[in-house]
């Protein structure tokens, strides 16, 4: 059985969190908002200097370079982090979409699983194990992960609508049209083409 291997991107993890809950004094934070990434890693480099294992400055610089395409960089930042904060499931969310990126997928479905397992993880670490499994050509498994990812977050398109492209490849196409009419419904990109291409 061909098990569906178009890549969709997954969509960024906001680089922000840690700095949602307080005033954005911290500059490379505002650098990093406004897409001016090399400055912001440059900025978050700077303090890191003077507190070298700050989880959400290495957090910060990590997603600067994950923008940038330095992803090596960006991975030693968020082992760093980690290494700081074992339970962090935002770090633990960047390095499964850093190896997803990378096609490591037993390292992502590692990730993944273990930002899902902590209490109040977000849809997204359902949605990535998914990706994940379904690389890993484990379709069932996949499915039920974009259904977790689904049970968290209703309006996921994304859940819906790469839990419909595993569909069509499992010949479950009228399934699959339910999951790309909700996706369609959320205006997840292509979700409306793939609606009109397999489900007329």
């Known amino acids: 059985m061909k098990i569906l291997s178009k890549v969709i991107l997954v969509p960024v993890i906001a680089g922000t969190l840690f700095a949602c809950s ?4 911290n500059p490379a934070d505002r650098y990093f908002e406004k897409g001016q990434y090399e400055l912001a890693a440059q900025k978050y480099s ?7 294992s700050d989880v959400k400055l290495l957090f910060g610089r ?7 395409g330095m992803l090596a960089e960006a991975q030693s930042d968020f ?5 700081q904060d074992p339970n962090n499931f935002q770090v633990l969310l960047s390095l499964s979409a850093i190896q997803l990126e990378q096609k490591n997928y037993a390292s992502a479905l590692l990730y993944a ?3 899902e397992e902590i209490s109040g993880a977000p849809a997204m670490a359902s949605f990535l194990k998914g990706r994940a499994l ?5 379709p069932e498994d996949a499915l039920k992960a974009y259904g977790r990812a689904i049970q968290i977050d209703k309006d996921f398109g994304q859940a819906y609508y790469n839990r419909g492209m595993l569909k069509v490849a499992l010949e479950r196409k009228k399934q699959a049209c339910e999951d790309f009419k909700l996706a369609s419904v959320l205006d997840y990109p292509g979700a409306a083409e793939s609606l ?5």
Request: some cysteine; hydrophobic content about 25%.
């Open 22 to 25: 307080e005033q954005k004094s």
């Open 79 to 83: 082992e760093a982090a980690l290494s």
């Open 46 to 52: 700077d303090n890191l200097k003077n507190k070298p």
């Open 134 to 138: 379904h690389q890993l050509g484990m």
């Open 62 to 68: 990590g997603r600067s370079y994950q923008e940038l």
């Open 196 to 200: 009109a291409k397999y489900c007329k």
């Open 113 to 115: 699983t273990k930002a």
